[in-house]
């Protein structure tokens, strides 16, 4: 994958998680397991209609997955979803050193 | 998982005098050329953005200039996403110093810092803490 798609599941990672009610959702999932989006609301302190929507943007994000059963659907978190953050520091060396190598080759170019 | 802040620090001797490495760092055309599309100026607190297009995708990086000392250091924030949702930014500071003939260029990346969680005094759900609590889950990723 190219720095640049990194970049930008990176971003998206960043961006849904920056979100504290979305990141208590993630949190639950992650300790409680699959859960519903009814079992969600319980204990939330925001309506179905918005938990559903936070989860559909943890989706978006690769962060959970969902699996309807019946009429419900059961949410569970991706733990690969969370890659792009573990992998910050190992992502930006590899960025730095590719721009060390233009800013030089810029460098040789450029006049004194 | 460390939870702890980290850093990347690059450091490369460059056959060339601070005063012209200064300018590829910081004349908005000069930094397009290595870096990225950019709206930079030498000043600080301007704000600007790094704009990049590569396989189809594209995004902007929001920052905001913090130190300008002319052929020494440069310092700006690095951050994600939109200004309104920047809600992770990290610092990149540039240090240059005469060697020989030519200079040590330094470059350290530091953060992972979550500013706005941070302001508000470590928030329950700080980034920190969430990722420490999921470690478990981090393990897997």
Not at chain 1, 41 to 70: C, F, I, M, N, Y
Not at chain 1, 73 to 80: A, G, L, N, T
Not at chain 2, 109 to 133: I, V
Request: glycine share 8%; net charge neutral; hydrophobic share 40%.
């Amino acid at each position: 994958m190219t720095t640049a798609a990194q970049n930008q599941i990176q971003s998206e990672v960043f961006r849904t998680l920056g979100d504290p009610t979305r990141r208590k959702l993630f949190e639950r999932l992650a300790r409680e397991g699959e859960l519903t989006v009814s079992a969600l609301t319980v204990g939330s302190k925001v309506s179905q209609p918005a938990v559903s929507q936070h989860l559909a943007a943890l989706k978006l994000a690769g962060l959970v997955s969902d699996r309807r059963e019946g009429r419900a659907i059961h949410y569970s978190v991706k733990p690969e979803g969370l890659k792009p953050l573990v992998n910050w520091v190992e992502h930006y060396t590899q960025f730095w050193a590719d721009k060390f190598d233009d800013l030089e080759s810029f460098l040789n170019k450029m006049d004194n | 998982m460390s939870t702890e802040t980290r850093s990347i620090v690059m450091e490369r001797v460059m056959p060339h005098p601070p005063e012209k490495i200064w300018r590829a760092l910081t004349q908005s055309a000069m930094i397009a050329e290595w870096l990225m599309e950019n709206d930079f100026k030498p000043v600080v607190g301007h704000k600007f953005q790094f704009h990049w297009a590569q396989g189809g995708y594209s995004g902007d990086v929001t920052c905001e200039v913090l130190t300008v000392e002319p052929a020494r250091k440069l310092a700006y924030t690095y951050g994600n996403g939109s200004a309104a949702e920047n809600t992770l930014a990290t610092t990149v500071t540039w240090t240059l110093e005469p060697e020989g003939a030519g200079t040590k260029l330094r470059m350290e990346h530091t953060g992972f810092t979550p500013a706005q969680e941070a302001a508000r005094g470590g928030a329950e759900f700080g980034w920190k803490g969430f990722l420490k609590r999921l470690d478990r889950v981090v393990e897997k990723a």
